[in-house]
């Protein structure tokens, strides 16, 4: 399990941002403005119900959409920590897990790529003009 990762705030990172109020604010006052929308069918009573509904489903909504971007930015966070983003080994071989077969790639070593005759009659060179037919 990788170690806590510090993050940098928004601000930090050079990230554009909203506050958790921002966005509360922002989510109640659309819910409103539906609400009072949906509500003016039933007339006066209906716009204030609705606005208040649309208020506090609003509210609700904005603080969910908060609490997920911190739960996504979080992972996000160790993930690019365990894959070397962040650590600066981004591309780098795991040395902490062993080969399956105990054996290196071809093209690893140096060894070129075969381009031997194929079994349908080819001669394994792309474009070389005559197949025979």
Same mark, same amino acid.
């Given at each position: 399990m990788a170690?806590?990762?510090?993050?940098?705030?928004?601000?930090q990172a050079g990230l554009p941002h909203t506050s958790e109020a921002a966005?509360?604010?922002?989510?109640?006052?659309v819910g409103a403005a539906? &609400? /009072? #929308?949906?509500?003016?069918i039933a007339g006066p009573p209906g716009i204030l119900i609705g606005a208040v509904l649309g208020a506090m489903a609003g509210a609700a909504t904005?603080?969910?959409?908060?609490?997920?971007?911190?739960?996504?930015a979080q992972a996000e966070a160790e993930l690019d920590e365990e894959i070397?983003?962040?650590?600066?080994?981004? &591309? /780098? #071989?795991?040395?902490?897990?062993e080969a399956k077969i105990g054996a290196f790639s071809g093209g690893s070593t140096g060894?070129?790529?075969?381009?031997?005759?194929?079994?349908?009659g080819g001669t394994g060179v792309g474009g070389s003009g005559d197949s025979g037919d």
């Open positions: 170690a806590p990762v510090s993050m940098p705030t928004p601000s966005a509360t604010a922002t989510g109640t006052l539906a &609400g /009072a #929308a949906a509500g003016a904005s603080k969910a959409l908060v609490e997920n971007d911190a739960v996504e070397g983003v962040t650590g600066g080994s981004l &591309g /780098a #071989a795991m040395t902490t897990r060894v070129p790529e075969s381009h031997g005759p194929s079994e349908d």
